[in-house]
């Protein structure tokens, strides 16, 4: 088995818990426990920005908005245009952020995408080790099991275990490569066409496609005829 791993992790998180940036901030729960060190990085931040006069509290929550209203859908349509034209594929590889462009998606200036493709010989997954570095902008809000301790430590040592309680049997002649994403770099799995749906269009292709199969601990079902 190989793993593909970016150990290199200069985490700046304060983006990843940005939730707390709306005009009127929520009021903690009390409940929940001290504050972790990046809600207080965040917080120290985002009051910094504020008084600073950098940005306003509707500012914030613009962007906060924004963030939220992104779905998987959008990551599907950059997935399915990549299944149905070659040179777009290969530009998508080469150049994420350019060929993200082309189609109008502005992934800003926080952190590079790389999109790794699955083959026959490779299939790809998706994790960060130390907290929960994400293409959001692409995928949406990640789901909590993405967060969860046990996949971000099972998956490095065990993937194929892991895949399989997904639901995922990997091939044994199939190498399988863990990514680790930081927040300097966010990986997207081009999962492989799924076979029976050459007669689709773009955006029936597109409905194939889910979130968890641009982690990897998916794959697109075959097509019935």
Excluded at 21 to 26: K, W
Excluded at 169 to 175: D, F, I, L, S
Excluded at 185 to 203: C, F, K, N, Q
């Amino acid at each position: 088995m190989m793993h593909d791993h970016d150990h290199d992790h200069s985490h700046d998180h304060a983006h990843d818990h940005a939730g707390a940036g709306h005009a009127h901030p929520p009021q903690r729960d009390h409940d929940a426990g001290p504050m972790g060190v990046y809600e207080v990085m965040e917080e120290a931040v985002r009051t910094l920005l504020i008084e600073k006069g950098i940005l306003s509290h509707a500012e914030i929550a613009v962007q906060m908005d924004l963030m939220d209203s992104r779905s998987a859908a959008l990551g599907a349509k950059v997935i399915a245009r990549a299944w149905v034209d070659l040179a777009f594929k290969q530009r998508l590889l080469a150049d994420c952020r350019s060929a993200l462009a082309e189609l109008g998606i502005d992934i800003g200036q926080i952190a590079e995408f790389k999109v790794v493709e699955n083959t026959p010989a490779t299939h790809n997954v998706i994790v960060c080790t130390l907290c929960s570095c994400y293409p959001k902008l692409l995928l949406g809000i990640p789901p909590a099991w993405y967060k969860s301790l046990a996949y971000r430590s099972r998956t490095v040592v065990d993937p194929r275990s892991v895949l399989a309680e997904f639901g995922v049997t990997v091939a044994a002649e199939q190498t399988v490569r863990v990514h680790d994403s930081t927040a300097d770099l966010r990986y997207i799995v081009l999962p492989m066409r799924p076979a029976g749906s050459d007669h689709m269009s773009e955006s029936e292709l597109a409905a194939l496609v889910t979130r968890d199969a641009m982690i990897g601990t998916a794959v697109p079902a075959a097509v019935r005829s």
